[in-house]
């Protein structure tokens, strides 16, 4: 059983939700902030049996935590660092968006202890972040990660989308080169998924805007392999980038199916075995709280059958693939021989490749990982 466990804390308010958005988050609740420290103290003080455990991850995540009073940020993790073992290699990040956050927040929130910003930036041409609803300039992008370099943050991560409406591959190779020249530590760069629901969705649907082609996204995505390689940044996962010694510790734990504790409005955990998210209105989160009411949603277990699918999914999605022995030895199943319908086909289009026991995407094949995933996890 693992001494270990990481921590993710959901903040769901935002200043103006994003158009391309799905996530648990809202605009408009800004009344609720304190209660919902409040709520998020109290919340994790269930989980005091589990301070034994050593931290070696603790996530700031939303939503834009940046939006919050910056003491409040300061109060929960200084809650955690007293209870709990956080020894002081542990990996805290912080996610923010420009216009959510000053010099003094960030000078606040280096010494109480935060190593590491996530950074929303989506793309570098101000027309491209008015149409996806982003409520920043580049302008206010680079100055903020000059001021979070100044007030001693060495490790930043910066997140992209591609595949934004309006957005050609000249775009996005100039955000790219903007970016990999101020020298953010890591890059996330993902592909735009339309999410029914959102604002975005719905302007497409009426046609009031239009998605780059998908061969033109393609082209993004290859590009993109290519020239953050190029550049000194490592793909360790389909979408993220890191030098080296910078890889997200955290989201290494979600891929590699460590558990991990979530607390918040809409969060999710995972814990011997066992799976539960929390009730996702803000207010009824913070009721349920005040009365001493559980605010978990729903609960699983996590049988064998669900792991293995989802340790194929997930490691599949790491370039460094799946070890076919440790898969065996914990799974009991031959990979090689339960997917052999597919999987010959698939070696001889280039789409995965076995090499010292392991399974892996080819660069061709993360192209196509969703459907290449999907083959592969139906003979289980």
């Given amino acids: 059983m693992s001494k270990e466990l990481s921590l993710y804390f959901h903040f769901p308010f935002c200043k103006r939700k994003c158009y391309y958005c799905d996530f648990n988050s809202f605009s408009g609740f800004d009344q609720l902030m304190p209660d919902y420290i409040h709520a998020l103290l109290a919340e994790i003080k269930f989980y005091l049996p589990q301070s034994g455990k050593m931290i070696k991850s603790i996530y700031f995540g939303g939503g834009t935590p940046s939006y919050f009073p910056v003491n409040s940020l300061i109060e929960i993790l200084k809650f955690v660092t007293t209870h709990f073992l956080v020894p002081g290699k542990a990996e805290i990040t912080l996610e923010a968006n420009p216009g959510t956050i000053n010099v003094e927040d960030l000078i606040q929130l280096q010494e109480a202890g935060f190593n590491r910003l996530s950074i929303g930036l989506q793309a570098t041409q101000n027309d491209l972040l008015r149409r996806i609803g982003r409520i920043h300039s580049a302008q206010e992008f680079y100055d903020i990660f000059e001021l979070a370099r100044e007030t001693g943050f060495q490790n930043i991560g910066v997140d992209l989308i591609f595949g934004l409406p309006g957005q050609k591959l000249e775009h996005w190779q100039n955000t790219l080169h903007s970016v990999t020249e101020v020298g953010p530590e890591h890059i996330s760069a993902y592909c735009l998924q339309l999410e029914p629901g959102t604002r975005l969705h719905h302007q497409v649907s009426l046609k009031e805007v239009s998605l780059p082609p998908e061969e033109e996204v393609v082209e993004m995505m290859e590009f993109t392999m290519v020239y953050l390689q190029e550049r000194g940044y490592e793909q360790y996962e389909i979408s993220n980038y890191a030098k080296t ?18 607390l918040g409005a809409g969060a999710a955990s995972t814990r011997l075995g066992q799976r539960w998210a929390n009730i996702k209105d803000p207010k009824d989160y913070i009721e349920n709280l005040k009365k001493g009411i559980s605010v978990v949603a729903e609960r699983e277990s996590i049988d064998k059958h669900t792991a293995m699918i989802e340790a194929v999914m997930l490691g599949l999605r790491l370039r460094s693939g799946i070890n076919l022995q440790r898969f065996y030895d914990k799974y009991a199943v031959d990979l090689i021989l339960k997917t052999q319908k597919d999987l010959e086909s698939l070696l001889n289009a280039d789409l995965i490749e076995i090499n010292d026991g392991t399974l892996r995407l080819t660069y061709k094949g993360i192209l196509t990982s969703n459907k290449i995933i999907a083959t592969l996890i139906a003979n289980l």
């Fill in 245 to 262: 010694g910078y890889k997200s510790v955290h989201n290494l734990g979600y891929w590699l199916g460590h558990d991990y504790l979530g």
